[in-house]
């Protein structure tokens, strides 16, 4: 469909530029803006002092209704959060100019805003949406921009560079290559120093990557001397930590702590903090190489504070990998395991799930863009040939009819694709926040069971009774962490194809209810919480999974445990036969939930976002126990207000359709 629609806006244009052109000349499809207009808006943007004044220049443009000076206004303000380390803030004005950009069909801004969106989606280690954003750019500019223009070459060189930079990280070092000499070739063209210190400081770290030390060396030194004859402070204090880099892997690291030391003087210079951060992880990583903790652990700290402020995953996972590498060698293991923990949370959070299908898609999405910009340039001289005065009148009303056309087309797709991209935010979010509640519920048990187990071996001569008490905490914890792994696990396979396996049979289910409710009571009188089972018959002989009900009614009966007060709480469970099905209610008296809340409650990953939910939650218990329901045929529900607790209740048919085991 998507391909569909492709084809025939191309099509709509070209008919479109044909027709627009026998009445008006020639379509310029650049945002109708001349070549100085934009200088001189860039020019006035870039002489605002600070942000304050950039947002008062942004809210007399939206009065003015001056769009382009709302689009520039807002890369500026994208282009000065992204340097000051506050890409999320950056990443938030750049939508905003992205979706203006996009309504005015402004190609060369949405280049120019896709390239900054790509930059900071990359420095926060979110490579697959920086390479949406790169190759985006390069359609944009392949397909509609002026070459002869140094500006908009320029932003065509910075795409291709940035896609390099990804086959780079995910070490495809041909294909990086490549492109790195290309983008090389065209900052040649142009005479740019910069571009060129660039793409040779990029080669150079292809080469170091593959092992190729003196190949490295020499683009190292290519960049350098490109950066000094351009002054560039920020690029010489670059070059200085990738000869650092270089002493480093080969073991001389007196030679690699000068340079380090070096690029950090230059690189504090410049007015990108997220630069600052690389020379300084690098000079603790020599410092521990050498045996110097106590620098190492200044660096580090001094790092820390920085990284606090640039999101970036990537120096994130690297600091605590650092500290891991320190602590070790100290001997300090409890800190080393923390510090792993943390680096690998960082790490998982940035890498692909598939690196090579990622690249797979990369390749087709160059191929595709390719296939556009000659699809393109056919168009152009097929608009070229045409003759501008042939049904003049005809034409015209053609010209209506298919801006009509075009315009409910292209509104339906914006709308699809800003829907698409909140999808995608949201799901990020989700993983992150779904990442994060899991790591801290392991991370209480375990700090719990190591704390102990310190202690113990703290005392010399512990009694048995120390001994017992100990060993039960640590036994229980372990419980903790191992119905939680067994509830992702049993989550996941109820999920995936295959399912759990169903194994009825057929008694007593209150019975096997109270016994649940037994093993429940501890940690209900742990928080002083009255648990209690009202039955409406004594007995109910029926077909039931005693494995399911028991993960059912757990989940329940902890999500009422979170929520009750700790002092005065209650939670009633009651049974009662309905209509050939078992009803059973778990009802408590804890902080209960909004409306909206309640909608939700069974999604999984689902977290409140009106704060009345601050309890820590992985986000699967009802899920799971949502789908457990479903599977045995049965409909689950939940009522509750704020302030007067919750109930959720769930029935489950009397007899199964396969026959049953006696209990």
């Known amino acids: 469909m998507k391909h569909f629609f492709s084809r025939n806006i191309i099509g709509i244009l070209c008919l479109l530029s044909v027709f627009a052109l026998i009445g008006c000349g020639e379509h310029n499809p650049n945002g109708h803006y001349a070549q100085d207009v934009r200088q001189e808006m860039d020019s006035l943007i870039k002489a605002a002092e600070d942000t304050t004044a950039l947002l008062g220049l ?29 890409s999320y803030t950056a990443i938030k004005y750049l939508y905003q100019a992205y979706e203006i950009a996009i309504d005015n069909n402004d190609t060369i801004e949405i280049s ?19 390479t949406l954003y790169h190759l985006t750019a390069l359609h944009y500019i392949s397909s509609y921009s002026d070459f002869k223009n140094p500006n908009n070459y320029k932003q065509y060189l910075s795409a291709l560079n940035g896609i390099g930079k990804i086959y780079l990280i995910h070490k495809n070092y041909k294909t990086a290559d490549t492109i790195f000499h290309k983008s090389l070739a065209g900052e040649k063209k142009i005479n740019s120093r910069r571009g060129i210190a660039i793409n040779m400081a990029n080669l150079g770290q292809s080469k170091q990557k593959q092992g190729q030390i003196d190949s490295a ?48 003087d230059y690189l504090i210079k410049t007015t990108d903090t997220w630069y600052w951060v690389e020379p300084i992880l690098n000079l603790a990583k020599a410092y521990i190489a ?82 556009k910009q000659e699809l393109a340039k056919l168009a152009s001289d097929y608009k070229l040939e045409k003759n501008k005065r042939i049904y003049t009148a005809l034409g015209s009303a053609i010209i209506v009819l298919l801006l009509i056309i075009l315009l409910t087309i292209m509104t ?8 698409r991209n909140e999808l995608q935010k949201q799901l990020e979010l989700t993983r992150l926040n779904f990442f994060r509640n899991v790591t801290h519920e392991l991370r209480t048990p375990l700090t719990i069971v190591i704390g102990m187990s310190e202690d113990l071996m703290e005392n010399e001569k512990p009694s048995m009774s120390i001994i017992q008490k100990y ?46 409710l037994e ?18 018959e004594p007995e109910v002989n029926m077909d039931y999974e005693p494995d399911f009900i028991t993960k059912i009614l757990r989940n329940l009966i902890n999500n009422a445990c979170k929520f009750c007060p700790e002092e005065g709480g209650i939670i009633r469970v009651t049974t009662q036969v309905e209509n050939k099905n078992l009803l059973v209610r778990v009802k408590d008296n804890g902080i209960g939930m909004d409306e909206e809340t309640c909608k939700h409650v069974f999604e999984p990953y689902w977290q409140s976002k009106d704060g009345s939910q601050k309890k820590s939650s992985t986000g699967i218990g009802l899920a799971l126990a949502n789908r457990l329901v479903l599977a045995m045929n049965g409909t689950i529900s939940v009522e509750s207000a704020l302030g007067t607790g919750t109930t959720f209740s769930f029935t489950l048919p009397l007899k199964h359709k396969e026959k049953a085991k006696s209990n």
């Open 519 to 536: 093993d429940c009571e501890e940690l209900c009188h742990m928080k002083q919480i009255q648990l209690s089972l009202a039955r409406y």
């Open 412 to 419: 339906n797709l914006l709308k699809a694709r800003k829907q």
């Open 290 to 371: 050498k045996g110097e903790f106590e620098a190492a652990k200044a660096q580090l700290d001094k790092a820390q504070k920085l990284t606090n402020n640039v999101h970036a995953m990537e120096y994130k996972a690297r600091l605590y990998e650092s500290f891991y590498d320190l602590y070790k060698k100290q001997g300090n293991y409890k800190e080393a395991l923390n510090n792993y923990t943390r680096s690998i949370m960082f790490r998982d959070s940035m890498h692909f799930s598939n690196e090579k299908d990622h690249i797979r898609i990369l390749h087709e999405n160059m191929d595709q863009t390719r296939r």
């Open 112 to 130: 120019h805003i896709c390239n900054q969106l790509a930059v900071n989606f990359g420095r926060m280690g979110i490579l697959d949406q920086a």
């Open 471 to 516: 060993l039960a905490r640590i036994n229980r914890q372990g419980k903790v962490m191992l119905e939680l792994v067994n509830q992702l696990m049993d989550f996941n396979k109820v999920t995936s194809e295959i399912g759990l396996k169903q194994n009825y049979r057929h008694g007593d289910v209150i019975a096997h209810i109270a016994g649940i």
């Open 217 to 264: 060396l020499y683009y190292y030194k290519k960049s350098m001397d490109a950066n000094l004859q351009d002054h560039n402070t920020l690029g010489i204090g670059l070059s200085h930590s990738n000869y650092g880099s270089l002493y480093l892997q080969q073991g001389k690291y007196d030679k690699a702590i000068e340079e380090f030391k070096l690029a950090s």
């Open 58 to 86: 942004l809210d007399k443009y939206k009065a003015e209704n001056n769009i382009l000076g709302q689009e520039v206004t807002l890369r500026e303000l994208g282009s000065q959060n992204c340097l000051a380390g506050r």
